[in-house]
């Protein structure tokens, strides 16, 4: 009797230890400590599982909106193309025929080659129909009558960009003086022999020499062919044959 009763004692002592000892809960064998983690843990994997579908939710919703939107505009696309009017192609055979005439009303209207390199001209001022000539040593224009044979034909050579015009007889090249008038004594292609070309809207070209850091178009002066100042800045140029004028030139390939 008395070993039942000190045993009985001796549970109660270690049930009231094991409730007032930190570490233990409800008689349980795990730490308070770690059964607060396991808790803790549980709760995280719910809110990241919660926030996963939630976003998950988002991406399916927003494809689903994407692709419905992509359907409407290929439809909204065919249907504008159902309705679009047909457009008949005229055979080739018309086209050809409008091109070719185009071609012959710009040809009747713009007579003059284009001036090429490597390809030999008659140089006929516009307004005349004189021929730019070479005469003894000197420059003129003459009339297409008074034919001089290869004299009157001008060779188009492309040197360093520059364009450059060497008579077919001579040998010589194009250019000017000192004082700037045209002449045709150079067998050598160099900075007074350099001409560029440029095409006036209405027809024709102008031919310009280098002036310094000018460009000054060939005209009349003093009752010779020279380059001169008109037309420098532009604007209005006095067209002509006369004196202070410049001259329109066409190029007649041959």
Known sequence: MRNRLLDRHNTNESSDYMSSTPGYENNSPIPATQSHSHTSNSIFKK???????????IIVGLLSLY????????????DNDSNAPTIYTP??????????????????????????????????????????TLDSGGITLAKPGDNRGSSIHWKCIEVKGWLHFQNAASGCFLGHKFWGDLTCSSRVAEG??????????????????????????VGIKDGVLAKIWEGETGGF????????????WEFTKV
């Open 192 to 217: 007074w022999e350099r001409f560029t070309v440029r095409p006036l809207p209405e027809g024709g070209y102008y031919l310009s020499l280098t002036h310094f850091e000018r460009l000054w178009k």
């Open 91 to 132: 055979p080739s055979t018309i086209i050809a025929d409008e091109n070719r005439q185009d071609q012959d009303n710009q040809c009747s209207h713009h007579s003059s080659s284009v001036p090429w390199p490597n390809f030999t001209y008659l140089i006929r001022a516009s307004s005349s129909g004189r021929l730019l």
């Open 237 to 248: 140029v006095n067209n002509g044959e006369g004196e202070g004028q410049v001259v329109v």
């Open 67 to 78: 692709m419905a939107l992509n359907n409407d505009g290929y439809e909204s696309v065919a």
């Open 47 to 57: 809110k990241y599982q919660k926030l996963g579908i939630f976003v998950l939710t």
